[in-house]
């Protein structure tokens, strides 16, 4: 069993990042900003929220952190996107989800300008990316699939199980998986709540991508030998041992499933820091102008 390292490798790929960035500069072009909006004071969204501004920091990249209380009217929200996609010095807008309930998250990423959704979040990215155009690939999916690209693990002919099917990382990790370059070519099914013989079909995988965000959901039961898997899930469960209370728990049951497995994911330090590095990439190629000129 191999783990892969999504500390090592998005260390990695911030380097590179740094160099090309430093680059850039020396050679009079800009640097990559990325704005963030965060609504409210949920915990999980603080922590990755700083995070991606902490990363920015370290890469050499500008960021702009916009915060509003809870009560913030969708109308208020949508006036500063607009307001920033017509800033021309920010390149990439990332507005941290959940949103409180009383704002469409569809109205506010269909307010990004689709030329600074780094997040990969617009349907027109979604849709160029489903046809194989240039676009911004959500980061977590984009984050799994550089992953791996990195490990040279071999995709073609494979049968990917996909166990979750949400817009943001189900639904574009499938489609990656299954398009006809590498990584890619798989043979993709993809799983849900209303899946009949979920073990059955994940015990056919060769590879299993669990973005259902259920803890330990995957057991070694459910996991045929020698399977690459990756751990998308990342759930708060309270742990008093831990000092900020809670432990960070992934969707697959990493003690029994590991020894399975060719190559597994650890929770943390797998996919969460690759969407990280996924989303600082994104930002460079807006900052660039690659996908949209
Ligand atoms: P989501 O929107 O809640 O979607 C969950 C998906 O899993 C849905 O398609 C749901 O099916 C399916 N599902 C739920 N329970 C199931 C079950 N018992 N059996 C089969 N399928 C089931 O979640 P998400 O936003 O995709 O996130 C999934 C997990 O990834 C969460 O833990 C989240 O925190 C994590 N995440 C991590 C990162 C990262 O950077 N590492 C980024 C994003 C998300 P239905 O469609 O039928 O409801």
């Known amino acids: 069993m191999q783990l892969l390292d999504g500390k090592l490798i998005s260390a990695q790929i911030k380097e590179e990042l740094k160099v090309e960035v430093q680059k850039q500069i020396e050679n009079g072009g ?7 909006i965060l609504v409210g004071t949920n ?15 370290e890469i050499g990249f500008r960021s702009s952190l916009i915060r509003y209380d809870s009560t913030v009217t969708e109308t208020e929200l949508l006036d500063k996107i607009i307001e920033i996609n017509q800033d021309d010095d920010i390149d990439g807008l990332i507005v941290q989800l959940p949103l409180p309930d009383h704002i469409s998250v569809d109205k506010v990423i269909e307010t990004i300008d689709v030329r600074k959704d780094v997040d990969g979040f617009h349907p027109i990215n979604l849709g160029r990316m489903a046809k194989g155009l240039p676009s911004y690939i959500s980061a977590t999916p984009f984050g799994v699939i550089e992953l791996i690209k990195r490990y040279k693990i071999e995709t073609a002919g494979k049968h990917c199980v996909v166990v979750g099917r949400s817009q943001i990382v ?3 990790v499938s489609l990656l998986m299954q398009r006809n370059t590498y990584p890619g070519n798989s043979t ?16 056919q995988a060769d590879i299993i991508i669990a973005a259902l965000g259920r803890p330990e959901f995957i057991t070694a039961d459910m996991v045929k ?15 008093a041992t831990k000092k900020s209370g809670f432990a960070l728990k992934g969707d697959v049951k990493f003690d029994e499933v590991a020894p399975k497995c060719s190559y597994i994911t650890p929770v943390p330090g797998g996919v969460g820091l690759m969407t990280i590095a996924a989303l600082m990439t994104n930002t460079l190629l807006s900052a660039r102008k690659e996908i949209y000129g």
């Not at 800009?30 to 963030?36: N, R, V």
């Not at 993709?188 to 073990?199: A, D, G, M, P, Y």
């Open 170 to 172: 189900g639904l574009p």
């Open 188 to 203: 993709v099914t993809i799983i849900h709540s209303r899946t009949q013989n979920l073990k059955e079909i994940c015990l």
């Open 225 to 239: 030998e020698g399977a690459v898997v990756i751990d998308v899930g990342l759930t708060r469960v309270e742990d």
């Open 43 to 57: 915990g999980a969204s603080e922590t990755y929220v700083a995070s991606k501004i902490k990363n920015c920091g």
């Open 30 to 36: 800009k640097i990559p900003h990325l704005a963030a």
